[in-house]
Nanobody, 123 residues
Framework: QVQLEDSGGGLVHPGDSLRLSCAAS????????VGWFRQAPGKEREFVATINWNGGVSNYADSVKGRFTISRDNTKGTVYLQMNNLKPEDTAYYYC????????????????WGQGTQVTVSS
């Protein structure tokens, strides 16, 4: 059984960077696709980025393309979301999620979720 733990959130200024981590337990994790999603107050959860099982394929929401980078280290059982040039509109609770198939941009297709980590971008 794969379990996820998100970390790395915080309060930063516009233009700053943060790296989120999604640490997984479970032997099957290296075969799982992982997605990052976020949810701002009063808004629906939205797709941010996905990565396939070996890191060879990634996909990004248009709003973060060129600023965020998703990567994974299967030897450490961890997926990262490097966030650069953060903007106030990136403020949200960020979640990682895993599924045992190809990556998906739809949150409802992920059965396994981390607890989330808050990212706040404010001057």
């Amino acid at each position: 059984q794969v379990q996820l733990e998100d970390s790395g959130g915080g309060l930063v200024h516009p233009g700053d960077s943060l790296r989120l981590s999604c640490a997984a337990s479970g032997r099957a994790f290296p075969s799982y696709a992982v997605g990052w999603f976020r949810q701002a107050p009063g808004k629906e959860r939205e797709f941010v980025a996905t990565i396939n099982w070996n890191g060879g394929v990634s996909n990004y929401a248009d709003s973060v393309k060129g600023r965020f980078t998703i990567s994974r280290d299967n030897t450490k059982g961890t997926v990262y979301l490097q966030m650069n040039n953060l903007k106030p509109e990136d403020t949200a609770y960020y979640y990682c999620a895993a599924r045992g198939f190809s990556p998906s941009v739809y949150s409802h297709e992920y059965p396994i979720w981390g607890q989330g980590t808050q990212v706040t971008v404010s001057s």
